[in-house]
Nanobody, 124 residues
Framework: EVRLVESGGDSVQAGGSLNLSCTLSGDLFGLKFMTWFRQAPGKEREAVAMIFRDAGYTHYDDSVQGRFTISQDTAKNTVSLQMNSLKPDDTAIYSC?????????????????WGQGTQVTVSS
């Protein structure tokens, strides 16, 4: 069993920064990669950034490339998302997810475990 809990969501002005953290607990053996998703009101949940648990390789959606950085602290079992130059379009509930499977990192159905999300609001 794996549990994920997000924190760090807040309201900020456009151009500001936030750092989100996802704390993992339980049996993490076999986890392949972790991904941050976001869901704006009335929209589908979309993948924004992914990191391989063992190798540390990353992928980003074009909408956040160059602005967001995903990282992990293996000692603390956390996955962070540093968000810079925030835009109003970044407003969403951000959730972290993890999978024991290989596949497309953008596929929501791939993920075995999900956190409950943390709200990010960016004002113009």
């Amino acid at each position: 069993e794996v549990r994920l809990v997000e924190s760090g969501g807040d309201s900020v002005q456009a151009g500001g920064s936030l750092n989100l953290s996802c704390t993992l607990s339980g049996d993490l053996f076999g986890l392949k990669f972790m991904t941050w998703f976001r869901q704006a009101p009335g929209k589908e949940r979309e993948a924004v950034a992914m990191i391989f648990r063992d190798a540390g390789y990353t992928h980003y959606d074009d909408s956040v490339q160059g602005r967001f950085t995903i990282s992990q602290d293996t000692a603390k079992n956390t996955v962070s998302l540093q968000m810079n130059s925030l835009k109003p379009d970044d407003t969403a509930i951000y959730s972290c997810a993890a999978t024991m499977s290989w596949g497309s990192w953008r596929n929501r159905d791939l993920y075995n475990y999900w956190g409950q999300g943390t709200q990010v609001t960016v004002s113009s």
